[in-house]
């Protein structure tokens, strides 16, 4: 047990020395991880903030059913219970011609034209169900189930409200996110690839670089894992350096956003929520970078040494 103990010892301090002596690989093999991880960490808050957001949206959007005045209080509310049984929706609110035209006022306030126009003509304001969804992109489901036959009977010819303008503006939204996410994905997938790729052309390099001292070591009877095991050691000190490095980049980032340029937002990326839910999960983050850098560094080594090893020590 002793044995083994100090042999890991020496495995991680020699891994610690060929890292000080191979700096300018090193640093490019670091620099690409570094990169990598601050896209992983960045998308993984742009992703909270994006849902948050979205949140936010899906909370204000609804698709409006406006009925018939011929339509029955009792028939709108059992429409109203009808579409609350469906999958996809997440509220349903439903206002009698009364309720409608109070909202409508409310709403419009700062009109007075509108609201006096309204007021003359009697309530011109039909019954209306308020159907908020669950998720934007199931909007179109919402709608479907509202023009049924059973369904469209009950309402007004311009309902429901999910056409035209308002219709192209919840898609561009619900596009738009949609874009960012794949984004995001590719971007992680891309930059972990390349990152690997370096690191093991690093250690390739390494290798060839110390290829009389390994042959040495193979002489005096060292084991492949003893000497494989300083080059995986080397690589997880680039996963765990990338990764702190990361992670004060981000800090930096948002520092300098808040701070020098005092951005609240950039475009759907709510630049304060995206701060407090960083620095609510700072030392998470930080685990989680060491985490992925030191998966990324050691497993892109072992493929590394395991592959090209034996070939260079003959």
């Known amino acids: 047990m002793h044995r083994k103990y100090t042999t890991l010892i020496r495995i991680i301090e020699t891994g610690t020395v060929n890292f000080m002596r191979n700096v300018t ?40 059913a406006y009925l018939k005045d011929s339509v ?40 007075t034209n509108l609201v006096t126009a309204a007021a003359a003509v009697g309530n011109p304001i039909p019954a209306t169900i ?15 189930y509202l023009v049924k036959p059973q369904n469209k009977k009950l309402q007004t010819p311009e309902s429901p409200s999910y056409n035209g303008d308002r219709k192209k503006a919840i898609d561009n939204i619900t596009h738009a996110t949609n874009v960012l996410r794949k984004i995001g994905i590719f971007s992680i997938v891309t930059f972990s690839i390349i990152c690997a790729l370096i690191i093991f052309n690093t250690i390739q390099m390494a290798i060839f670089n110390r290829r009389d001292e390994i042959k040495i070591m193979r002489l005096l009877g060292a084991s492949t894992s003893y000497i494989r095991g ?37 475009g759907l990326l709510d630049i304060n929520y995206a701060s407090t839910y960083f620095g609510a ?25 395991r592959r090209y090893l034996k070939f260079k020590t003959k």
């Not at 690589?235 to 990764?243: R, V």
């Not at 983050?285 to 590394?304: D, P, R, Y």
């Open 25 to 64: 690989l090193a640093v490019a093999a670091m620099a690409v991880m570094v990169v990598t991880l601050t896209i992983v960490l960045f998308s993984i808050i742009a992703n909270a903030t994006f849902v948050n957001t979205i949140n936010q949206i899906t909370d204000k959007i609804s698709v409006s």
């Open 72 to 111: 029955s209080e009792q028939q709108g509310q059992e429409l109203a219970a009808n579409i609350r049984k469906q999958p996809e929706v997440e509220k349903v609110i439903y206002l009698n011609k009364k309720q409608a035209l109070a909202n409508y006022v409310e709403q419009n306030k700062s009109n």
């Open 130 to 144: 308020q159907v908020y969804p669950k998720d934007l992109n199931e909007i179109n489901a919402i709608k479907v």
């Open 230 to 266: 300083p080059f995986i050691v080397e690589s997880a000190i680039y996963g765990i350096l990338s990764a702190v490095i990361s992670v004060l980049v981000i800090n930096s980032a948002f520092l300098a956003s808040s701070n020098a340029l005092q951005a609240s937002s950039l």
């Open 281 to 305: 999960h700072f030392w998470q983050f930080l685990l989680l970078q060491i985490g992925i850098g030191i998966i990324i560094g050691t497993v892109s080594s072992a493929i590394a040494t």
